[in-house]
């Protein structure tokens, strides 16, 4: 029987072609490698998760998550894996990307991460041998994040679908 971590490579690998770049990361206490891959979408850049299904106990979550960007690569890659708080899930926010990157908040008005069910790759994706979830993440203004905390994110992501919002574009205008 194959490991978790074998599993997960050969899905990333069916799914999203060879990686070109894993980088480590750690906060002194987890360590998770963050994988590249190149055009999975169309002139982006997706980063997935490696080893956070490692700590599931933990977090009580077996997962993984992906992040989808167009441009700014390293700073995305960077704010990505210092906002990994090992709490994941549909409709968890990460707040203050600001005091990680004031800069890169400021340029894109991005203030957190939101996680979210995959849905910009095949359905198939978002389950690995019925073991390990693979979330989403991606880029939200301050208004955004606040009509997530007060409005929930069923009605956050009806707004998205209702407007037909690219998410993956961090330089797109707050839908709220």
Known sequence: MKKLGE?????????????????????????????????????????????????????????????????????????????NKMNFGKGVLIEGINNIDAEFSKKYNKTALYFTNIYILPEEFAIINNQCKIYMAFFVSEKEAQYIKEKGSEKFEDVLEQNNIDVINIDRESVI
């Open 7 to 83: 599993l997960i490579l050969n899905h990333y690998q069916y799914f999203l072609g060879d990686y070109i770049a894993s980088d480590p990361y750690s906060d002194n206490t987890h360590q998770v490698q963050l994988m590249g891959f190149k055009d999975v979408i169309e002139d982006c850049l997706l980063f997935a998760t490696f080893g956070m299904s490692g700590y599931a106990e933990e977090i009580k979550n077996c997962c993984e998550v992906v992040l989808a960007t167009e441009c700014d690569y390293d700073k995305c890659a960077e704010i990505f894996m210092n906002e």
